[in-house]
């Protein structure tokens, strides 16, 4: 399986499951602490599914937006971490961490070479 179709599948997964995140961080929430961070994490979630999407058609420029999309995901989690469900922020941060690592590897330029500048194209004399 390529490199870009990991890192999407994983960054669709991250933001999936930060949305999941927050609505079960919602009802189990009784304090205003969590309404902006977590409204923070379901924008940033939802952003990561699109993006996602979108690198399955597109890809390149989507992998780096995805890449900052997890970290993002990951530092809500840390900063609220408390708040929202053990087992579930688990999970969302170790799918944003391989996504993170998905992303960083599918951003790189591939170093294929062009048909063109293959060496089984030489020309052939006589």
Known sequence: MPIRVIGSVFSLLTGLSAALL????????SGAGLTML?????????????????????????FVVSAVLSVGVLAIIAARYSRFNPDLALVTAFLATVALIADAFAARPSKALAEKDSPLNLPVFG
């Open 22 to 29: 927050l609505s079960r961080a919602l009802e189990r929430a």
């Open 38 to 62: 977590g409204g923070g994490l379901f924008i940033v979630g939802a952003i990561l599914v699109v993006v996602s999407v979108v690198s399955f058609v597109v890809p390149r420029f989507t």
